[in-house]
């Protein structure tokens, strides 16, 4: 190998290794943040589609709601008909007979309506009756046809707009269906990213617990300061709020988002981590602590925080399923305090 070749290699070899140095080396806490941001995404697209579940859902039960009165109608008009039908046939018989029976006594039966009058007068009023009594039975039968038309009319309306309904009621279950499905679908892909965020988180912990040196516990006396007017006050207006995991408010916490929500409330900021609040303020001892202190807890390292409310007692966000609340500041994995 010449000279020059062997010049030329080293300095491949060199800008190789200047241009890989240059590359930025990615931090631990990357791709947590980036898991989180696009959970955080994720969680309020499903509580969008958790508020177009319900719409659909009312939606729906109005429809059906609309489709089981019309079909009571077409029930109850249906029973009708058949009643009426039932009815019009009898008197259709009754009146099928009566001629028959009239027709085949022939001359016999004009006879007997000779007989038994004693005046013409008395012959042609039962003759009259006897024509009347057919006359009336075959406008009964009409009448009877032209009110059953009438029930069949409005038994084929009915039947429309039953169909109709059960179109507007079985679109709206496919559409709420639908809704539902992709509901299912960015919740699983919620459950998946939470999970890779508690893989990240673990192995994060790990490689801090690795690395870090637990704080002097209790350490600190008496900073001389007082804390923060009404942080206390402010603290106790959100118990009962639900914890969930990486919220800061104004109406669910996790731990460090609570205290960071409650001081930014009267103008302190605060990081959005136990651990960093940790370094936040002078620290206080146990002993000297004053309500609005914020205290920590952690065995290797510190993964809580809450804010003192006196008589050995501090207000936090726990964890997930539970709520604001008040607890007992006697926990064996105390850290310490600090008053920002």
Not at 141 to 169: F, H, P, Y
Not at 199 to 212: G, M, P, S, V
Not at 257 to 279: D, E, K
Not at 292 to 311: M, N
Request: aromatic fraction near 6%.
């Amino acid at each position: 190998m010449t000279l020059h070749s062997r010049y030329t290699r080293i300095c491949a070899l060199l800008m190789t290794f200047i241009l890989v140095a240059a590359i930025p080396v990615r931090a631990f806490g990357a791709p947590v943040d980036d898991k989180r941001a696009q959970a955080l995404k994720v969680k309020a697209q499903v509580e969008d589609l958790d508020a177009e579940v319900e719409i659909a859902t009312e939606a729906y039960n109005e429809a059906n709601a609309s489709y089981r009165a019309v079909t009571a109608k077409v029930t109850a008009n249906e029973k009708k008909l058949g009643e009426l039908t039932a009815h019009q046939k009898k008197l259709q018989k009754h009146l099928d007979t009566r001629v028959n029976s009239m027709y085949r006594s022939g001359p016999l039966g004009f006879l007997e309506i000779l007989v038994g009058a004693n005046t013409f007068e008395e012959l042609a009023t039962n003759w009259d009756l006897l024509q009347a009594m057919n006359e009336q039975d075959a406008e009964a039968v009409a009448d009877l046809k032209v009110t059953r038309a009438e029930v069949s009319k409005t038994q084929a309306e009915l039947k429309t707009n039953q169909a109709q309904a059960k179109k507007e009621r079985d679109a709206l279950a496919s559409q709420k269906s639908a809704i539902e499905k992709r509901l299912a679908d960015r919740k699983k892909l919620l459950n998946g990213l939470e999970s890779e965020i508690a893989q990240l988180e673990r192995e994060a912990e790990e490689a801090a617990r690795r690395t870090y040196r637990p704080p002097v516990r209790d350490a600190g006396g008496d900073p001389g300061t007082q804390p923060k007017s009404g942080i206390v006050d402010i603290a106790k207006s959100k118990l009962g709020s639900r914890y969930v995991w990486a919220a800061s408010g104004p109406n669910t916490f996790d731990c460090s988002g609570f205290t960071m929500w409650v001081y930014a409330q009267v103008g302190v900021s605060l990081p959005h981590s136990s651990r960093a609040q940790y370094n936040s303020g002078p620290r206080v001892s146990k002993a000297n602590l004053k309500p609005g202190d914020l205290v920590f807890f952690g065995r290797s390292v510190i993964h809580h925080v809450g804010i003192y409310v006196g008589g050995g007692m501090y207000i936090h966000a726990p964890s997930t399923g539970d709520v604001v609340k008040i607890s007992s500041l006697n926990r064996s994995d105390y850290v310490g305090a600090c008053r920002p």
